[in-house]
């Protein structure tokens, strides 16, 4: 599903970090090695057919890499 976030999001908090992410191997490997953190927070997405909705957002961020494999874990509305 193509989405893309409108405005911040809101309320950001670490689900997990380091050794704690399942994926650090492969993100290693993607993406080059980093402190990777996985990321979780609300906001405002828009989606491919341009609605616009309420979601809890999930995405992994590497230090110096910035938000990388964003993905909507729920909608809130």
Do not use: P, Q
């Amino acid at each position: 599903m193509d989405f893309r976030v409108v405005g911040t999001v809101r309320g950001i908090a670490v689900i997990a970090s380091g050794r704690g992410i399942r994926e650090l191997r492969r993100l290693n490997r993607i993406y080059g090695r980093a402190r990777w953190r996985r990321l979780k927070g609300c906001g405002t997405v828009c989606l491919s057919d341009g609605s616009l909705r309420e979601a809890e957002v999930h995405w992994y961020e590497g230090h110096g890499r910035g938000k990388k494999e964003m993905k909507i874990k729920r909608y809130l509305d």
